[in-house]
């Protein structure tokens, strides 16, 4: 099945500061999606991103299907952007999304 | 209004009793999920219905039995319930190929 690699596992910013997630993965996708797990366990859907760019607010998100990655920016970050941060392509073919093992995101006031 | 509710949001239970969760959505998805999070933060498919047809079902022992009664209920019944199956387990939902929107989790904690 398909790996998926998730980089850095941790990060620790002051409150302000941007940062990039990245996320590897080893085969073709039919989607991607980004998650956060916020401190309290909720999981919010934050991109559906199979390709190419899109901007929620603060934060935006790249994938790059045919070099098989995708990036997830976070700018002026904010206490409440800290939690575990998932990829999770669909391999093509299949209809599962397969999760990373998550970046842990603290932002300290 | 909740998106995708599940009940109960914490279960605690001895082992070798036998369990449900309950997951409904008011998405209007046809596409249901059971994920599975270990101590570790890992989270793992392991059944998907559309319109209530099993399409998904990963390596999970047979004590673990999905039910969707309609296409916008997926239950979740264990037995014999063993302390490896502690984990959060979350439903999920979407339309099939689309963002999947999440319910809150139910905290199992078998002793």
């Known amino acids: 099945g398909i790996q998926v690699e998730q980089s850095p596992p941790d990060l620790i910013l002051q409150e302000g500061a941007n940062s990039t997630l990245r996320c590897n993965f080893s085969?073709?996708?039919?989607?991607l999606q980004w998650f956060h797990q916020n401190p309290w366990g909720q999981l919010i859907n934050l991109f559906y991103?199979?390709?190419g760019t899109k901007q929620n607010g603060r934060l935006s998100a790249t994938t790059v299907a045919t070099e098989r990655y995708s990036l997830l920016y976070i700018s002026s970050s904010q206490t409440t952007d800290s939690g575990v941060y998932f990829c999770?392509?669909?391999?093509?073919?299949?209809?599962?999304?397969?999760f990373g093992k998550g970046m842990k995101l603290t932002v300290n006031p | 209004d909740t998106a995708v509710s599940q009940t109960p949001k914490y279960l605690v239970t001895q082992m070798g009793n036998d369990k449900s969760i309950k997951c409904e959505q008011n998405?209007?998805?046809?596409?249901m999920y059971w994920y599975k999070q270990d101590s570790k933060k890992f989270l793992k498919i392991m059944f998907s219905?559309?319109?209530?047809?099993?399409?998904i079902n990963e390596t999970v022992p047979n004590r673990f039995s999905p039910k969707s009664p309609d296409k916008a209920h997926l239950n979740l019944h264990i037995n014999s319930l063993e302390l490896g199956d502690s984990a959060v387990y979350f439903c999920?939902?979407?339309?099939?190929?689309?963002?999947?929107?999440f319910g809150p989790g139910t905290r199992l904690t078998v002793t």
């Open positions: 999920a939902s979407s339309q099939r190929g689309g963002a999947s929107d």
């Open positions: 085969d073709s996708v039919n989607n």
């Open positions: 991103i199979p390709s």
């Open positions: 999770a392509p669909v391999q093509g073919g299949s209809e599962k999304l397969v």
């Open positions: 998405l209007g998805h046809d596409t």
């Open positions: 219905y559309n319109n209530k047809e099993l399409i």
